[in-house]
């Protein structure tokens, strides 16, 4: 191992921070005149990440997209985690030019980097996640002078009370909310009310109103069978570590006529060669839904359901992922992909004052 990298063993929970990290370093990389985060390139080249690939708990959403990314195909995470970045950033911007001492709350901070991109010299800035991703990230990033890091659930209400409210309060919570149950997002976002009176946030929703099958169609005729192997290749990838009762889910949920009628991997390779290619092009959608729905427990259409949870809630804005991101220098499969999202309302941006 290169003696200038960090080895960072990865499990659990802590398997979501290397792709948005990525997925920011490489964008900054490949098309800097749109998106540039130097410490994210900084960060990725420094550390080398050991997943824990025998563990029961590593999630198929992770398995496909690695999956994906290897045959170049436009639905690298990296994008959607670049340019929600960027929205990100204007929105706290704008919020700096009227409140410039504000203290600003990165929720489900991971290994995020946008205190390096926005800092102002005179705002206050908190980092918080759980205690072991807090662990991970101060071996990585010391906090640096005017942040502090917070190593608590954001559903502990406790960390409210560590946040000096003097100049205004600016959350960001990207890629965590639909992680949880909307019951837990509601409770969250009540706390929020109750200790941050004005307080503005914003974050992404995911919707699932495509129902997958659009998506499927923005591949080109000839690459829909490589992408079908390798969705099934990353299948049984997973099924070889997978618990009996993730995998009965899997296949429970999956959207074609006819399912597998065992459970053994052969059974499962039995199946795909007897189905015609129609039934394989809904098989791969079904695996595609089943998991969105394992990273989007909550799903959100309309921001104005905000003012129904609670009306201290203000909608201020919801604009697509990729709202305003010049398209011109980016690949055909990555405008065709971008233009998807946002005509699809498959990913939006969420700005509410609390």
Sequence with gaps: MNRDKVKVKLSGVSQTLWAPLRGRAQVSKEHSSLFYDAKAIELAEKIEMDYDSSASDVHFQV???NAIRKLNLPVDPGLFTAFRAKQFDEKAKAFFTEHPHACVVNIGAGLDTTFYRVDNGTIHWYDLDLPEVIDIRRQLLPEPDRVTYIAKSLLDPSWCK??????GVFMIAGGVLPYFEESQVKQFFSMLADNFPDGEIVFEAMSMSD?????INQFPQEQRGVVQTALMDAMKDWWEKAPRDQKDKMIATLETPVNP???EWAD???WWDQISDKEKGEAIV????SARREVSKWT???A???TKWDSRITVIDQVPTFRNVPRDSLSEDMRRFMDYSDESGRSTIIHLRV
């Design 63 to 65: 398995i496909m997209f």
């Design 162 to 167: 560590d946040i000096n409210t003097e100049g």
């Design 211 to 215: 129902g997958g099958r659009l998506w």
């Design 261 to 263: 009628k065992g459970k």
């Design 268 to 270: 499962i390779e039995a």
């Design 286 to 289: 079904g695996l595609m839904m």
């Design 300 to 302: 959100l259409e309309d």
């Design 304 to 306: 104005s359901e905000f």
